[in-house]
């Protein structure tokens, strides 16, 4: 004859099985952490979708906060609780090291930028951007401030080299980032603008001239390890992934380029 199981047995195996699975579960707690990222506006994009697959494939999760580089590096000397540093230049990132802001040995280039001028008008920009060097083809020509954004600083450049600079200057209007320089010229605000090919490499509307990397200096936009963050495992695995297979593939489909 078979006997019921003892309901005590009974109770004492559920009970197992429930710490069992608590211990479990907050195992996974302890080994699933969040990272405070600041990254550079023109990175937005690409940024979002590295984060989502990092959390898919570790647990961990990146909270990103974008904006211009520069402001991004005053919020960060003035005690900004970021835990790692996407910039759009290799600048401020190797002054946060100086300063003792980052961790030293944890700088690297994720991306390479590449700088556009583009317009919504399909006619407007010809293929060897020689509309910049037309002054009367349009009224505002958008740019990224140039004094925080290193994706003006190319834009200036490029400009000078063109020898236009000059010539255009009382046309320009400055976004605080990349980002806003985008709306400027998605908007209508103006007519063209030099934006971050990332932005739209996967349009087929409007007009555009891939500005030649030879009319600026690179746009090596580097990564690194901040103080608040040096005790975070979460931040230190975003930044290992960040230099991974997956995440360079990523980077290289939104129009940058790896080194």
Not at 48 to 69: C, M, P, Q, Y
Not at 145 to 172: C, S
Not at 230 to 245: H, I, T
Request: glycine share 10%.
């Amino acid at each position: 004859m078979t006997f019921p199981p003892c309901p005590r047995k009974v109770l004492a195996a559920a009970v197992a099985a429930l710490l069992a699975a608590g211990g479990a579960l907050a195992a996974a707690d302890a080994r699933a952490d969040r990272t405070h990222i600041a990254v550079a506006a023109n990175f937005t994009t690409a940024a979002k979708r590295i984060a989502a697959a990092f959390a898919a494939d570790t647990g961990h999760e990146a909270v990103l906060s974008f904006g211009s580089t520069g402001k991004l590096y005053a919020q960060i000397a003035n005690g900004a609780p970021f835990q790692a540093f996407l910039a759009a230049d290799a600048g401020r990132p190797r002054k946060a090291e100086a300063e003792g802001l980052a961790v030293p040995g944890t700088r690297f280039t994720y991306a390479t930028g590449k700088i556009v001028l583009y317009s919504t008008d399909p006619a407007l920009v010809d293929r060897d951007g020689t509309v910049i060097g037309n002054s009367d083809a349009f009224a505002r020509l958008a740019i990224a401030n140039p004094k925080t954004a290193p994706y003006g600083v190319a834009a200036v450049e490029a400009m000078t080299r063109l020898g236009v600079h000059d010539r255009v200057r009382g046309q320009i209007v400055r976004g605080d980032n990349i980002a806003q320089t985008y709306q400027f010229v998605a908007t209508g605000n103006a007519q063209l603008g030099f934006v971050a090919l990332s932005q739209v490499i996967g349009e087929d509307t409007g007009s555009r001239w891939v500005v030649p990397g030879d009319l600026h200096a690179p746009i090596r936009q580097d990564a690194v390890l901040l103080r608040a963050g040096a005790d975070s495992a979460a931040a230190r695995a975003f930044l290992d992934y960040l230099a991974g297979a997956k995440a360079r593939a990523i980077i290289e489909r939104h129009g940058y380029g790896i080194e």
